[in-house]
């Protein structure tokens, strides 16, 4: 078996593909192509082409997962998720995971910073942003942790949400039903009750 042919990729100008008995095999980076020490008429084994395929796979997912992370703050269980998905090998994961937190594309702690402000942002209890975090893999002394740090302001964020859902014709005269949906939403009951008391419509 021999390399007929490398061919930098077109889109990806940064990797090339490489072409075994003038059969198109498997595809690089430049920088692995220098690290392999491959180059046209080089002769290889059966077994040296399905290392490289293998490594060469590994790398486009590692690419794939750095930029997948890249796109919004993660917790570990999302991207061991989003890995097990793409069929990955549990020995790749494991690689891919600590070189990624290592290098802190994957930090837990502002994952939960983040998702805590969304979802502040987005009018939700504090409840409910608890029980999001501990299904996003959080253990429970670091959402602690993280809800003392945030906006602890839930009673502002409940009146809000009133003030919002009073424009719906579904709730606008209907406050038995907007204090089921203000619940179900996480907020105290109490809690609930008392705003919608304060805050009649006018």
Do not use: C
């Not at 690290?35 to 008429?41: A, S």
């Not at 802190?104 to 939960?112: A, P, V």
């Not at 089921?180 to 304060?198: C, E, I, M, P, S």
């Amino acid at each position: 078996m021999k390399i007929t042919a490398i061919k930098q990729q077109v889109k990806n100008p940064q990797r090339v593909s490489i072409f075994v008995d003038e059969k198109y095999s498997f595809s690089l980076s430049l920088d692995e192509l220098v690290n392999h020490k491959l180059k046209k008429d080089l002769e290889l084994s059966q077994a040296d082409v399905k290392r490289l395929k293998k490594f060469s796979d590994d790398g486009k997912l590692r690419a794939r997962s750095l930029e997948w992370l890249l796109n919004r703050p993660h917790s570990i269980r999302e991207f061991k998720d989003y890995l097990y998905r793409k069929k990955a090998e549990p020995e790749l994961s494991a690689v891919l995971i600590r070189e990624f937190t290592d290098k802190n594309y994957l930090n837990e702690q502002k994952f939960g910073q983040w998702l805590i402000e969304l979802h502040q942002r987005r009018g939700k209890s504090n409840r409910a942003i608890y029980a999001e975090l501990f299904k996003k893999g959080l253990t429970r002394e670091m959402i602690d942790e993280l809800m003392q740090e945030g906006d602890g302001n839930e009673t502002q964020r409940l009146k809000d949400l009133i003030t919002k859902k009073r424009k719906s014709s579904r709730y606008k005269n209907d406050p038995q039903k907007l204090a089921q949906y203000l619940t179900a939403q996480g907020f105290n009951w109490q809690d609930v009750k008392q705003a919608l008391a304060v805050d009649q419509p006018k």
